[in-house]
């Protein structure tokens, strides 16, 4: 059995050579990528990757959650027919040492073909936690989902935030995510708190690198 150390992707990410070549490329945030960008970057637009769906499935032990009470934060799930919208954000190879910090939890750099809302397509990188990484946690009902969000606390937050900062940078960009609205519902009606409200999580006006250097948060 793989301990959660082993869930730590740095050393396995730093070997993922397929853009290395480039000097520019491609990168696919779908979760807390599109609305905490604390990493510098050229240009961004919105995008959609096809066959993959966004699922509350990742277990965080190292951002809002802890090694004893997880939280759960999203990765994505093969599914054929299925589009994912997120944002694209065009980045310098250097970038990915503060990303794979980021990231290290289990998720491992993948290729993936994005389509922007406004032009052709791309081939860009994306963080996937897999479910074979020690850190996944995999299905479970919405109720039982929103409960574990809404208790877990880590070094970047409560998760609610992740989850709620979340919902609304998908509104803003018009993407519907029937999990990802449910699960916002369950938590704001069933898991009630007087420290969040859904009207603190607006979009985040976001810049090219005000938060840079903040490695921690996610
Ligand atoms: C992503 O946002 O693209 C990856 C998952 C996360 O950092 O929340």
């Given at each position: 059995m793989q301990s959660l150390h082993e869930a730590d992707t740095i050393v396995r990410n730093r070997a993922?050579?397929?853009?290395?070549?480039?000097?520019r490329l491609w990168l696919f945030g779908y979760g807390s990528l599109i609305y905490k960008v604390d990493f510098p970057f050229l240009q961004r637009r919105p995008a959609v990757i096809r066959g993959w769906e966004r699922r509350f499935w990742q277990g965080s032990h190292?951002?809002?959650?802890?090694?004893a009470a997880p939280g759960r934060v999203v990765t994505l799930v093969e599914s054929e027919d299925a589009l994912c919208r997120g944002m694209a954000f065009e980045i310098t190879p250097d970038v990915f040492e503060h990303l794979d910090h980021r990231e290290k939890n289990g998720y491992l750099r993948e290729v993936v073909d994005l389509q922007f809302d406004d032009g052709p397509g791309e081939e860009a990188l994306v963080y996937i936690a897999g479910p074979?990484?020690?850190a996944y946690l995999g299905p479970a009902s919405e109720a039982a989902i929103a409960r574990q969000i809404g208790v877990s606390v880590g070094p970047s937050g409560p998760n609610r935030d992740y989850l709620l900062r979340l919902a609304a940078a998908l509104r803003a960009l018009g993407a519907l995510d029937p999990h990802v609205f449910a699960l916002e519902e369950a938590l704001l009606t069933q898991v009630p708190?007087?420290?969040?409200?859904?009207?603190?999580?607006?979009p985040q006006p976001g810049n090219k690198c005000e938060q840079y250097g903040e490695r921690d948060g996610r």
């Open positions: 993922m050579n397929y853009f290395a070549s480039h000097q190292d951002h809002r959650g802890t090694h074979d990484n020690p708190s007087s420290l969040t409200t859904p009207q603190e999580y607006g």
